[in-house]
């Protein structure tokens, strides 16, 4: 919620002389006492339009450190946090063990026998757990430190590589992964939700810049071990669905 007592009116006051003074960090002072409205009325468009004339992005944006728990004393498994709050699409197994997957020594392990109602032979979708479990693990790591949160969170994959060692069979995914401080999406939602005499398209143009100006990445590299699953769920999916095709094709004939 905004702030406005004394302390921050106070606060809002010295850093508007100092950007009168050319103070480039009053300057950015001063438009995050807009964004969040600590001092002043929340504005949105005015935080944009200063950030703008410093003509620079947030210092803190070149680069976000996500949380290695596989680093922190006391953390769980991997597999036992995301059981402890991961939410499956319909009746996908979680058959998955081993560790955070940040380096090819420890990678998660996917393995059908650990998991208690799949039944052999019944279809399994290697790809869409995989999915899964890199987004868990992504959350994880953006939203365990309360003071650097991450929202809207994107990632893409860079790479993706099957790696065969011998028995092993290795997926190494490179990942690219970006969001918004959290304390910033927060202020743009308040904004968007109040009325505003402005035209739709300058507070548009406001939230999208204020949006990348503050955006944070970093990447990161997830190894997972799939030497447990059978053959025939390790197609690729492109070619999953090349296959799915030529069977309904042949079905219509």
Same mark, same amino acid.
């Given at each position: ?19 009168? %003074?050319? %103070? ?11 964004? !969040? ?5 929340? !504005? ?40 402890? %709050? ?13 560790? *955070? ?23 399994? %979708? ?28 994107? *990632? ?11 028995d092993t069979t290795l997926i190494?995914? !490179? ?56 053959e025939q769920f390790r197609e ?18």
């Open positions: 919620m905004p702030i406005n007592n004394r302390e921050a009116l106070i606060y809002f006051r010295k850093v508007t002389k100092g950007r009168e %003074d050319g %103070d480039a960090n009053a300057s950015r002072a001063l438009a995050f006492c807009y964004l !969040s409205g600590h001092g002043v009325e929340q !504005s949105v468009e005015r935080a944009a339009a200063i950030l703008g004339m410093i003509g620079e992005s947030d210092p803190m944006a070149k680069g976000f450190v996500p949380q290695r728990h596989d680093q922190t004393p006391g953390a769980p498994s991997f597999a036992d946090a995301v059981r402890a %709050d991961f939410r499956m699409a319909g009746d996908t197994p979680l058959p998955i063990a081993g560790g *955070w997957g940040y380096d090819r020594a420890h990678p998660i392990v996917f393995d059908l026998a650990l998991d208690a109602g799949y039944e052999e032979g019944r279809p399994f %979708d290697l790809h869409l757990l995989e999915r899964l479990v890199v987004e868990n693990r992504i959350f994880l790591e953006c939203v365990m430190r309360a003071a650097d949160r991450l929202s809207a969170i994107e *990632w893409r994959a860079l790479d993706r590589e099957v790696v065969k060692e011998g190494h995914i !490179s990942l690219k992964v970006h969001g918004c401080p959290e304390w910033v999406w927060l202020a743009l939602g308040r904004d968007w939700k109040m009325p505003h005499r402005r035209t739709p398209r300058s507070k548009a143009d406001a939230h999208d810049f204020i949006h990348k100006w503050f955006l944070r990445s970093y990447t990161a590299d997830c190894w997972i071990d799939i030497s447990k699953i059978p690729p999916p492109e070619d999953q669905r090349r296959a799915k095709n030529a069977a309904k094709g042949k079905r219509r004939r």
